[in-house]
Nanobody, 129 residues
Framework: QVQLVESGGGLVQTGGSLRLSCVASGRTFSSLARGWFRQAPGMEREFVAAISWNGGSIYYGESVKGRFTISRDNAKNTVYLQMNSLKAEDTAVYYC??????????????????????WGQGTQVTVSS
C-alpha cells in the first residue's frame, strides 16, 4: 500500500521556523518528483514547492520564495520543507505529494495538484501573531 506521511507541523509564532517531513512507503519514490502544497480554510489548494527526482530542479511558489527550502533524501524516501520567517498567512494544512518527473526531458516541474498522483493526509501549520 502506497503511503505518504507528513510530520513536523504545529503552532509557531510569526517569524519562527518549522521543518516538515514526508516519508513515503509502499513503492520506490526516488524516480518521482516530490512536492508540497497547502490549503487554508475556504481557500483552494496552493502550490508551495517541488523538487525533481535527483534534486537538480527546484521550483517554489511566489509566496514562499526566499523563505522556504525543499530538499529530499532518496535513501530515506523522504522529502523535507524547511520553513523560515513564517507569517500568519502561511497558516494552512500542508500536504506532500509525488508524481511523474519529466525534468530529465527538459520539462518544468509541475505546480498543478492534478499532476501529482500520490498524496499524504496533511499536517497542520498554524502561525500566530
Amino acid at each position: 500500500q502506497v503511503q505518504l506521511v507528513e510530520s513536523g507541523g504545529g503552532l509557531v509564532q510569526t517569524g519562527g521556523s518549522l521543518r516538515l517531513s514526508c516519508v513515503a512507503s509502499g513503492r520506490t519514490f526516488s524516480s518521482l518528483a516530490r512536492g508540497w502544497f497547502r490549503q487554508a480554510p475556504g481557500m483552494e489548494r496552493e502550490f508551495v514547492a517541488a523538487i525533481s527526482w535527483n534534486g537538480g530542479s527546484i521550483y517554489y511558489g511566489e509566496s514562499v520564495k526566499g523563505r522556504f527550502t525543499i530538499s529530499r533524501d532518496n535513501a530515506k524516501n523522504t522529502v523535507y520543507l524547511q520553513m523560515n520567517s513564517l507569517k500568519a498567512e502561511d497558516t494552512a494544512v500542508y500536504y506532500c505529494a509525488a508524481g511523474n518527473d519529466y525534468s530529465d526531458y527538459g520539462a518544468p516541474l509541475r505546480s498543478a495538484s492534478n499532476d501529482y498522483d500520490y498524496w499524504g493526509q496533511g499536517t497542520q501549520v498554524t502561525v500566530s501573531s
